[in-house]
């Protein structure tokens, strides 16, 4: 049986991408670390470990759920996060 690796995670709008993917870029300047690719972004929200195909469909099942009974949420940034030493 394969688990995958599974993540609950938030897209982030095009709009804020831009302003991320620089700030990001930014902070890892370090030859040593990867960049992030834009399509790649996100905000993870909790990290759920490796799951089995059923154990994922639970957890689909579920997210909906709470998906459909939550509030959107609005990510607006205030600035430009500075550069970080890694």
Known sequence: MQKRKIFVSIDIPDKLGDTAEESINDFYSNPLARTAKRENMHIT?????????????KLKAAAEKIARETKKL?????????RAHV
């Open 74 to 82: 609005k990510l607006i940034p205030k600035r430009k996060i500075g």
């Open 45 to 57: 929200v909790v990290f759920c470990g490796y799951l089995a195909d059923k154990e994922l469909e």
